[in-house]
DNA sequence: GCCAACGTTGGC
DNA sequence: GCCAACGTTGGC
């Protein structure tokens, strides 16, 4: 059985299309520089889980489309790399990324990205991690019920 | 080990 | 652009 999770990203740093440009539309999730985020992508996420990824900072931010792990978990090393904007001086000296990546494969992108106003007014969303306040955890859980509801969302049946 | 100060995230 | 909420840092 799967896991579900949700991947935040600055569309203007990384988007969903940037993802479907990737070569292979592969790529590794760079820069995560928080713990608890981290520990997710070592310790939880498998190959073949399935990922929402979800732009942040905008009017109306959304969630754009499914991607899958093809990746686990392994060594951020762009922690260690003086020029690279994740660059972490004291990951650094110690001369080894406590940082963690995992390589991400855009499945599909929705006909119509969902919207956080429309997540919101689902019932039952009202749990979901990325609706609750200060929610700032940019790689989290989603359950299987949400992640089925939220695929009809974005596929809405052709009239 | 507490907690104030700080820098960042991210919805609005 | 504003600012509340959050995670991290560092003085004590």
Excluded at 89 to 104: Q, T
Excluded at 125 to 153: A, F, N
Aim: charged residues 35%; positive net charge.
């Amino acid at each position: 059985m799967p896991g579900y999770w949700l991947m935040k990203t600055e569309p203007d740093v990384f988007s969903f299309d940037d993802l479907l440009k990737s070569k292979g539309k592969v790529t590794c999730w760079e820069g995560v520089r928080n713990y608890q985020a981290r520990n997710i992508m070592r310790d939880e996420m498998k190959k073949g889980d399935k990922v929402f990824v979800y732009h942040s900072r905008l009017a109306d931010p959304c969630i754009m489309g499914v991607a899958e792990v093809v990746q686990e978990g392994y060594a951020d090393n762009t922690a260690l790399d003086k020029k690279n904007k994740y660059y972490d001086e004291r990951a650094a000296k110690k001369g080894e990324s406590p940082w963690v990546m995992v390589d991400i494969k855009a499945l599909q992108k929705f006909d119509k990205p969902v919207p956080r106003s429309l997540l919101k007014e689902q019932k039952a969303l009202k749990d979901m991690v990325v609706l609750s306040k200060g929610s700032r955890l940019s790689v989290q859980p989603v359950r299987e019920t949400e992640y089925k509801l939220i695929c009809e969302l974005g596929k809405p049946k052709k009239v």
